[in-house]
């Protein structure tokens, strides 16, 4: 985890455990023909992952000084919506990976019918989720989670950036289209992650402008480390296959822009993060340290 404040380190596994315990309980494999779709969906969302949306929703909503459980809920929502597309992200279809977070992917260790369903099953379950009163007692607040969701994960957001992502495979893009491409595939479920924070603090959306900022500059920085990583990372700690973008010939921010001056980019859009923070006291200290993360971390 590289130089991550021990309050950081706290806070990922406090989140990690968290999410794992609500997984758990909603997830019990049923004594009927559905459980393999029970078994593949705790497979993929049970352990393992950096939960790093999940973190910035409560990061974001401790701020206004939110329930811990309403915004434990609302990140579990956003984090099946990750655990969802990455299932579908490795169907053969797609990017065709054999391992996911050190372990086999999901239509390996099962099938690919199986698989897709699970990926079904997570999605609607995040709306399942946010819907549900005991995620917040306003109805109003519930509605714009939902919709908040709904857009960075549809053809606005993240599936439209794998839309882009699956086309650059046959386009040469330039650093404009791969910066669209990767602030809707990566930027939109963070950019929502912080968001749901700021809703369930009932911030009106003006207010949240500051924030906004923030997570788009740390979508973005979040994405170079990441393409740093797979240049450089390790394979073992990754859990995943490296190199995928370079060997389908997909523009990256590293081949457009070399590793320095990628590096260099990447430190520059924490600073800008930080700066959007600067009406926040130490109460945003944990949303600091988590921009900070972005470039530390190894994997």
């Known amino acids: 985890m590289g130089e991550a404040s021990m309050s950081l380190k706290a806070a990922l596994a406090d989140v990690s455990d968290e999410v794992d ?5 909603l997830l019990e494999v049923p004594d009927d023909p559905r459980a393999d779709l029970y078994r593949a969906m705790r497979h993929a969302a049970i352990g393992g992952g950096k939960r790093l949306r999940p973190l910035l929703t409560h990061a974001t909503a401790r701020l206004f000084g939110v329930d811990r459980d309403c915004s434990g809920r609302a990140g579990l929502a956003i984090e099946c919506i990750h655990v969802y ?5 490795d169907l053969p279809a797609m990017d065709n990976d054999d391992m996911r977070r050190g372990k086999p992917t999901v239509h390996k260790a099962f099938d690919e019918a199986t698989a897709i369903l699970a990926g079904d099953c997570l999605h609607a379950l995040a709306f399942e989720v946010l819907s549900d009163p005991a995620t917040h007692a306003d109805p109003f607040v519930r509605a714009e989670l939902v919709l908040d969701l709904a857009r960075a994960a549809g053809p606005s957001g993240m599936a439209g950036g794998q839309m882009m992502d699956i086309e650059a495979e046959r386009s040469n893009f330039d650093l404009l289209a791969v910066t669209r491409l990767q602030a809707l595939k990566t930027g939109a479920l963070i950019a929502s992650a912080v968001e749901a924070g700021a809703i369930l603090g009932k911030v009106p959306p003006e207010g949240r402008t500051s924030l ?3 997570a788009r500059d740390v979508g973005l920085a979040f994405q170079i480390a990441d393409d ?20 389908a010939g997909k523009e990256t921010f590293l081949s457009l822009l070399g590793v320095d001056r990628a590096r260099e980019q990447a430190r520059m859009l924490v600073d800008q993060a930080l700066t959007h923070l600067h009406s926040y006291g130490a109460e945003a200290d944990l949303l600091r340290d988590i921009a900070r993360f972005t470039l530390e971390r190894d994997r």
Do not use: C, Q, V
Not at 21 to 25: C, G, L, M, Q, Y
Not at 85 to 89: A, E, F, G, T
């Open 212 to 214: 906004r900022g923030y």
């Open 228 to 247: 740093l990583l797979d240049h450089e990372g390790d394979e073992a700690k990754m859990g995943k296959r490296l190199h995928k973008d370079a060997d």
């Open 21 to 25: 315990r609500r997984f758990d309980a």
């Open 85 to 89: 597309s990455l299932i579908h992200d």
